[in-house]
């Protein structure tokens, strides 16, 4: 396991009023992201936890285009990852922004 | 980003499958809309202590979903199992959150629980505190339905309902399977690398359905319900066992034991579940496991065996 952790600053804050949201399971090629509007506006936070060691230089392109694309301000991101595919990883991190933007609890 | 799709619940309901969905998906659409509230959710982070230890990757909600939602506008408590981590396999945290949902039934008494089984048994990474889980679980569903709870068990997941998940399914008030939802103790792999390949062929995908898969369970009797995978007619299902339970108590104890007897009797020498729908009366017994599921449906209901007066 690798534990890796990424600390942006966002152009603006996430919309929606939620306070949390998940998305996704842990298994083989398959990550969960457990997205929390915790954090000052302007930042945004991301914690991996992953079973593929050696991959952070792809992380840090993936993420660095997903905060790019998205602007997710306020919101923390804690990923527990089974060896998932960076175009997977995109996908459900767009997916869990998406959900805390949502109207509801 | 264009505007998300947006999908009429109700359709949503009838068109997911069972099968595939995730384990949040299944209580999202079991449970009447927007009712679920979830126990220790995964912002808590109630993770397994022990897989770190080998290096393995930990879900935050260790692999089952629990809480309290209603159904047709009547309170429930649910716990679903997600499949696909860990095989849905049953560790410490894992296992606590479900004996704790069941002794709050207990407590309450008239809220019956749903248990939506997805496993193949215990955590080999945690396997003393899986273990003890089963027992723990085995006994809270025993003393929740002496204290008049229903345990509804429905099962049509990937991983199946194996190991102590089987043990459990058979301590529930009733069961409802779909076709892929398979319910056994040892899995196929297990018989073949115990007792070799003549006793039980796991790559015979053919005979591990026809021995341990939905319509077997429901022809023996061990499941009460055959249903079709969707999300729709797991509802519909779960509803109407929760009409059809009884009361529970030494009688219905005793009648079990009477049925399991009468069944070892009649179909202990049987070398094939064919062979046993033979015994049934059914007619052309090989061609069951290509009926549809209102076909076969239709078939279970003329059988008539359930295990519903003696569970």
Partial sequence: ?105 | MTAPLHVAPAERISSTSFNEASARTRVELLLDPGSFVEFIGPEKRQISPHLRIFDLPEQFDDGIVVGHGRLDGSPVFIAAQEGRFMGGAFGEVHGAKLTGLLRAARQIRSTPVLILFDTGGVRLQEANAGELAIAEIMRAVMEARTAGVKVIGLIGGRAGCYGGGGLMAGCCSALAVSEPGRIAVSGPEVIETNRGVEEFDSRDRALVWRTMGGKHRRLLGAADVFTDDTMQDFREAALDLLGLVGSFGLDKLKAEQMRLGDRLRRFGACEDAVDIWTAEGIAHAETVPELSADQFIALANRIGRTSRDAR
């Fill in chain 1, 1 to 105: 396991m690798e534990d890796l952790s990424f600390q942006h600053r966002a152009r603006g804050r996430a919309g929606g009023s939620r306070q949390n949201a998940i998305v996704g399971v842990v298994a083989s090629g398959n990550l969960e992201v457990l997205v929390e509007r915790t954090l000052p506006d302007a930042e945004c936070r991301l914690e991996i936890k992953t079973a593929a060691v050696g991959f952070g230089e792809v992380w840090t392109a993936v993420i660095g285009d997903f905060v790019e694309r998205y602007s997710p301000g306020g919101l923390r991101f804690s990923i527990n990852d089974g060896g998932a595919r960076p175009d997977t990883v995109s996908l459900r991190l767009a997916q869990a922004v998406r959900l805390i933007e949502e109207d509801g609890r």
